[in-house]
């Protein structure tokens, strides 16, 4: 503030239609409107030591100009704090926004890799083969033994079963033979050809369930001809699994020998035998 007493620095009032009240040495002259005071004050009419009415008192034109200015200080000072307030909650939100979506995001893109992991495990990652090794079963190149080539296993297992259980046979034969059996001439009797008959089905049962379940995943004919046996997801088969397989293949001879010959028209070129254990077969 100037300690010119003719020179104003702020208005006196931002309401353009007030009035107020001079008084100078007990004189009094008004009501003049801020503008003209303001007028007066340029023209060096009046002081800045000149009383004017105020709020219901009486105080100099310096000091009323003084406190309308300290007011819009403070009513700027409250303007700024609050549009910086608004920024910081404004920058705030958006940071809280981009971080909601960053995460929503790293959510989003493990489930997808969750669910493509579950599928390719739902699939074995086998359904068109792979150089690794997965889930315990040889790798394969995921192409499916042809009928021919099945039947071409098929004749060696025949052939590699029938020596089983004759090998199985005679090794009754001779463990019962070691036993003296023989001797007390048992082998006509009734247990000893039906205990012949129980070996030479387990030789057969055997041949299939252990090599089909075994790391090779395959019996002599298989590995023969080049295909592995697996479950439905592309893993070795269990001993049970393979077991199971082993007597369908009894039900698919049965029935003409359909279930064989199913695999050539078949999506999978699965056997019916294949069908019930949940089987399937891949070239290596």
């Excluded at 007011?71 to 700027?76: D, F, G, I």
């Excluded at 088969?237 to 695999?263: D, E, K, P, W």
Aim: charged fraction near 25%; charge should be positive; aromatic fraction near 8%.
């Amino acid at each position: 503030m100037s300690n010119n007493p003719h020179t104003a620095q702020a208005s006196l009032s931002d309401d353009s239609s007030a009035t107020f009240l001079i008084r100078w040495r007990g004189r009094q002259e008004g009501p003049y409107t801020a503008a003209v005071i303001e007028a007066k004050l340029a023209a060096r009419e009046i002081g800045l030591l000149h009383e004017i009415s105020h709020n219901g008192r009486w105080i100099t034109i310096r000091d009323c100009l003084a406190e309308q200015d300290a007011a819009r200080r403070v009513e700027q000072q409250a303007r700024e704090d609050g549009e910086r307030r608004a920024r910081e909650a404004g920058e705030r939100l958006r940071q809280e926004r981009a971080e909601e979506q960053k995460h929503l995001e790293l959510r989003l893109q493990v489930e997808s890799n969750q669910q493509k992991a579950s599928a390719e495990s739902s699939r074995g990652g086998l359904e068109h083969g792979g150089p690794a090794e997965r889930g315990g079963s040889l790798a394969h190149s995921g192409e499916r033994p042809g009928f021919w080539l099945r039947v071409a296993a098929h004749v060696i297992d025949t052939i590699m079963c029938f020596a089983a259980s004759i090998a199985a046979g005679f090794a009754v034969v001779f463990i019962a033979g070691a036993a003296g059996m023989m001797d007390r001439q048992l082998w006509y009797s009734d247990p000893l050809p039906k205990v012949v008959a129980v070996a030479q089905l387990a030789g057969g049962w055997l041949y299939y369930a252990v090599m089909e379940s075994c790391p090779k995943q395959a019996t002599l004919g298989k590995i023969a001809c080049g295909f592995i046996v697996t479950d439905m997801q592309g893993r070795r088969i269990s001993f049970a699994q393979a077991t199971g397989r082993t007597f369908c293949m009894v039900f698919s001879a049965l029935i003409l020998f359909i279930g064989y010959l199913m695999c050539a028209w078949t999506d999978r070129k699965q056997c019916l035998h294949d069908m019930m254990a949940g089987c399937q077969m891949f070239k290596r």
